[in-house]
Every structure is written in C-alpha cells, then in structure tokens.
C-alpha cells in the first residue's frame, strides 16, 4: 500500500538524514541503549520509501554509505548491506501513523527491565513524563522479525509515541529522527529514577489535581493524551486506564509498585493511616526494663538480683 505524502515528510537531503541517523545510532550505542548489533533506526523519505539501518552491524559505528532503502512492504530497493531483519515492525508503525516520519528500537536496560518483568510504568510521579509521554503500554510477546511480531503495535500506535516491547526492548516514533529517540530517552530516565525510588522506599504521587494541571499544559503545548478525550473522561487518570485492559492478554500486572491511590471522577483523596501511639500511661517500664536486665545478665553468664 502506497501512502500519500504528507505535509511532514523532511525536505532535507538524503546524504544529511543519513547524518542524522549515523548519529542517533552513536547516541544509542553511547548511552548502552544498543548492545552489539542490537537496534535499529529508519526515516521515511517518500510514499514507498524508507531508509534505515543494515542488520549485523554496531550501531555506535555506522557510516552513511551502510544505511539500505526499502519499499513500504520491506523489499530493499538499494544498499550494499542487508536491511535490518526488524524493519516490518517499522513500516508498521508508519502505516498505522502516516504522520511519523521516524522509528527507533533499541534495548534500554532500565525499560526493558520493565519489558521483562512486565510491570506497568506507573503514572503521576514526574512532570515531564505526564507531558511527553503519558500512560506507556507493553505489547504482546512475539517472536521478533515477522509480520505477527510487527502487529503487537498495532493497538497502542496511535495512542503512545513509545512503547515497551515484552521481554525484548523499546520502540519510539516521531516527526523526526531526534525527536524519535527522545522518547526513547526520556523512558529509560524515567524507568531508572522509579527503581532508585523504590530503593529509598517508596514512590509518591502526583494528586489528581496536580495531574490535571499537567494534561491541561500538555495540551496547551499541542501534544495529544487519550486522557482528555470524552471518552477518557471518567477515567482514574492515574492508574493505567488508557492500556489498562491489555493487560490480561500481554502478562502485565502490577507486581513492584503499589498503585497510585484511586483518582477517578468522585474519588476521595486518600489519607494516610494514621499510627497508633501508646500513651505513657500504659507503658509498663518495670517489666520492661527487668526483662532488659535479665537478658544482659544471661549474655554476661550472671544472676540478675
């Protein structure tokens, strides 16, 4: 199927989008988003043609004469390498999102984790996560490479511009190469701040208001969150409810993080318990202190008096 070209296709040169595919690639690899030969990257340069990265090689040292062309159904069109064994998942993508111009995959541990434990990213803790990314969904386990595994996208694409593939990595797409890849970024960021957190011991949410003021900025910026739609009105804004009910058919469940507390319209905000204090008066310090003592006297082998 040929696509119509559309009013964001890049009027760059060929030789400079190879530049810029070349250096995302090296961002990827320095950032150990992209092990080995791990990774891949396209830009669409026309109704049925996309550029993108060969298969079997580093993408930390790619040069512009590696990068191959195929048509919008995979077949290479040029390129002394072979095109990226993955590149069904990206025409995918651009047929399912006629404005994305770019694609990136790459493995960034701290998302992938997330891919491999299929935990849900929790929603309403960081500012720019609500405003860049949204809810962010985990797609069905496919054996990557075919066409089935390429349709995994196809329920979350137009809803997300990144996505975590279960048990295998990431994949990003925007109007551009660079802005494709931050997505990507600002994921994998986020992804390690959560695990640091919980390490401290726990994570703290944004209230429903607070969440509210960013979609409403979110929006005044122009980008789009299924949240606002009329359909989304009633939904609890912070737990998930945009992908929520993939869940049981992708193995995604909640397991590493308390979820946030309920959000939804007629929501009550949830109040810490509080903690149960002794008064003085019913702390009995004789008995306290004599079982201190006798347990000093038998570590030290003598007779308490």
Request: hydrophobic share 35%.
């Amino acid at each position: 199927m040929a696509l119509k070209p559309t009013s964001t296709m890049s009027t760059k040169p060929l030789s400079q989008l190879k530049e810029e595919i070349c250096d995302i690639g090296r961002r990827i690899y320095n950032k150990g988003f992209a092990a080995g030969n791990d990774g891949n990257i396209s830009f669409r340069l026309g109704p049925n043609e996309v550029l993108c990265t060969p298969t079997m090689i580093s993408k930390g040292f790619m040069k512009p004469s590696d990068l191959c062309i195929v048509d919008m159904e995979g077949n290479q069109i040029s390129g002394n390498r072979k095109r990226s064994s993955e590149i069904l998942l990206h025409l995918t993508i651009m047929k399912e999102r006629p404005e994305i111009n770019s694609v990136v995959h790459c493995h960034p541990p701290h998302a992938t984790a997330f891919a491999v434990a299929r935990e849900p990213i929790p929603q309403c803790v960081l500012p720019e996560v609500e405003v860049f990314l949204g809810d962010i969904p985990i797609t069905r386990y496919e054996t990557p490479g075919g066409q089935k595994f390429a349709d995994t996208v196809k329920p979350y694409v137009k809803n997300a511009n990144v996505l975590i593939l279960a048990n295998h990595g990431t994949v990003s797409f925007g109007e551009t190469v660079e802005k494709a890849y931050w997505w990507t970024e600002i994921l994998d960021a986020y992804c390690r701040i959560l695990m640091l957190a919980k390490d401290l011991g726990r994570v703290t949410y944004l209230s429903s208001q607070e969440t509210k003021e960013l979609l409403d900025l979110k929006q005044k910026w122009g980008y789009s969150d299924p949240r606002l739609e009329k359909n989304m009105e009633n939904c609890d804004i912070c737990a998930n409810d945009v992908f929520r009910s993939s869940w049981g058919n992708t193995g995604v469940n909640r397991k590493a993080f308390d979820a946030p507390p309920p959000m939804g319209v007629g929501s009550q905000p949830v109040s810490p318990a509080p903690v149960a204090q002794a008064s003085p008066a019913t702390v009995d310090y004789d008995t306290i202190v004599k079982a201190v003592t006798e347990q000093v006297c038998r570590e030290l082998g003598i007779t308490a008096a």
